[in-house]
Every structure is written in structure tokens, then in C-alpha cells.
């Protein structure tokens, strides 16, 4: 009974690794284009935080992109070789933002976005959902916030969700000018531990850092 209860757990672990390298391989062939041109500040971040939670200053996740599963076929009855395969899947709308976490007792949620542009940044980058959870988040007290990287210039900015949400009630454009940044934004320096040290921006926000 062990011997046997031990193939079961193996052929499910076995099973499950396939299923999710099949997944992967479907998924990063279609994810290219949806998702390469914002590689580069969606790295950074990452190890970012990957570096706050190894410090245990703060746990900040990236969140997971829902997954929309077409076409499966399972191995037929008896047949223990044939693992499952995923024939046809789709990277669904993100619901709400990148990022969120905890930083100091204080919930963290923001979206990270990358333009080539050098004099302003487009705000059909960010969807209405979007706009309207960070408004929410702000509201019931917690820190909301966008970083974008102009990476023409090579530069990275935090724009509070207050500051964001006053240009948009106040202006007609459609972009926010990279002038707005200059004046209302924080810029992000890049360092080696951690890549982008947004947090010491953060502590700004709160205060009494």
C-alpha cells in the first residue's frame, strides 16, 4: 500500500508539473505582446520587492494575471502515460491593479506603467477599473499611488493617486505632461539593493520616517 499510495502521489506531482509547463509554454507564447513592453520597470519592481520581503521590511506581491482556461483535454480512462494538456488559454483583464501589500500598517496598492514617450504620459495606459480602485483605496485609508518609467529618458517617477486624480478632475488632456511629474511626482533613484527604492518615497507619504 505504500509502495503504491507513493506512485499515486508522484504520478499526481508528475501530472500537476506537466500541466503547469504546459500552462506556462501556452501562456508565454500569447503573453509576449501583451505584456513585453512593460518588462523592464515589472522586473525592477519585482526584485524590489522581493528585496524588501527578504529584509522583512515589507511584503508588497505582484498580483497574478486571471487565467482563462479554452480548451483542456484530460487522458483518457486507464491511460496513466497521457498527462493533462491545455490546448487553447487566454490572459483575462487584470481586475484592479499590479501591486499591493503592507508596509508600515499601512495597506500599499499601485500600478506600474512604462512609456516611451519623453513629454507626458498617456492616460489610456490605465484603464477606468483602475482609476476607480485606486480612488477606493485611497478612500478607505490606504496608500495608493502610479509609477511610471519614461524610459526614453531613463527615469522612473511615484505620482500619488491624490495628485493623479487632481490632474484628471482639473485638466481636459488626455496624457499627464511630463512637466506634472517634474513638479508633483517623486522621482524614483535606482540603486543596486533594492533597484527601485520606492518605499523611501513612501515614507514620505506617511510621514515620520
Request: aromatic share 12%; net charge positive.
Given at each position: 500500500?505504500?509502495?503504491?499510495?507513493?506512485?499515486?502521489?508522484?504520478?499526481?506531482?508528475?501530472?500537476?508539473?506537466?500541466?503547469?509547463?504546459?500552462?506556462?509554454?501556452l501562456l508565454h507564447q500569447k503573453k509576449t505582446n501583451y505584456a513585453g513592453r512593460g518588462m523592464g520597470l515589472e522586473e525592477?519592481?519585482?526584485?524590489?520587492?522581493?528585496?524588501?520581503?527578504?529584509?522583512?521590511?515589507?511584503?508588497?506581491?505582484?498580483?497574478?494575471?486571471?487565467?482563462?482556461?479554452?480548451?483542456?483535454?484530460?487522458?483518457?480512462?486507464?491511460?496513466?502515460?497521457?498527462a493533462v494538456k491545455i490546448k487553447e488559454a487566454y490572459f483575462e483583464s487584470p481586475s484592479t491593479t499590479d501591486y499591493n501589500?503592507?508596509?508600515?500598517?499601512?495597506?500599499?496598492?499601485?500600478?506600474?506603467?512604462?512609456?516611451?514617450?519623453?513629454?507626458?504620459?498617456?492616460?489610456?495606459?490605465?484603464?477606468?477599473?483602475?482609476?476607480?480602485?485606486?480612488?477606493?483605496?485611497?478612500?478607505?485609508?490606504?496608500?495608493?499611488?502610479?509609477?511610471?518609467?519614461?524610459?526614453?529618458?531613463?527615469?522612473?517617477?511615484?505620482?500619488?493617486?491624490?495628485?493623479?486624480?487632481?490632474?484628471?478632475?482639473?485638466?481636459?488632456?488626455?496624457?499627464?505632461?511630463?512637466?506634472?511629474?517634474?513638479?508633483k511626482g517623486y522621482k524614483i533613484e535606482e540603486s543596486m539593493f533594492p533597484r527601485l527604492d520606492y518605499l523611501k518615497i513612501?515614507?514620505?507619504?506617511?510621514?515620520?520616517?
Amino acid at each position: 500500500m505504500k509502495r503504491e499510495n507513493t506512485a499515486n502521489t508522484q504520478n499526481k506531482t508528475e501530472t500537476s508539473g506537466t500541466y503547469q509547463n504546459e500552462l506556462y509554454q501556452l501562456l508565454h507564447q500569447k503573453k509576449t505582446n501583451y505584456a513585453g513592453r512593460g518588462m523592464g520597470l515589472e522586473e525592477d519592481l519585482n526584485k524590489s520587492n522581493e528585496y524588501y520581503r527578504q529584509m522583512e521590511l515589507a511584503y508588497i506581491y505582484k498580483k497574478p494575471t486571471p487565467i482563462k482556461l479554452v480548451k483542456v483535454d484530460y487522458p483518457s480512462k486507464g491511460n496513466h502515460i497521457t498527462a493533462v494538456k491545455i490546448k487553447e488559454a487566454y490572459f483575462e483583464s487584470p481586475s484592479t491593479t499590479d501591486y499591493n501589500g503592507i508596509y508600515r500598517g499601512k495597506y500599499i496598492d499601485f500600478e506600474a506603467k512604462e512609456t516611451k514617450l519623453k513629454t507626458s504620459f498617456p492616460l489610456d495606459n490605465i484603464h477606468t477599473h483602475q482609476l476607480t480602485h485606486l480612488k477606493n483605496i485611497t478612500k478607505c485609508g490606504g496608500i495608493g499611488f502610479l509609477i511610471v518609467r519614461f524610459s526614453s529618458l531613463e527615469e522612473t517617477y511615484l505620482l500619488t493617486a491624490k495628485d493623479l486624480f487632481d490632474y484628471i478632475e482639473t485638466q481636459k488632456r488626455k496624457s499627464v505632461p511630463y512637466s506634472y511629474f517634474l513638479e508633483k511626482g517623486y522621482k524614483i533613484e535606482e540603486s543596486m539593493f533594492p533597484r527601485l527604492d520606492y518605499l523611501k518615497i513612501v515614507d514620505q507619504i506617511i510621514g515620520g520616517a
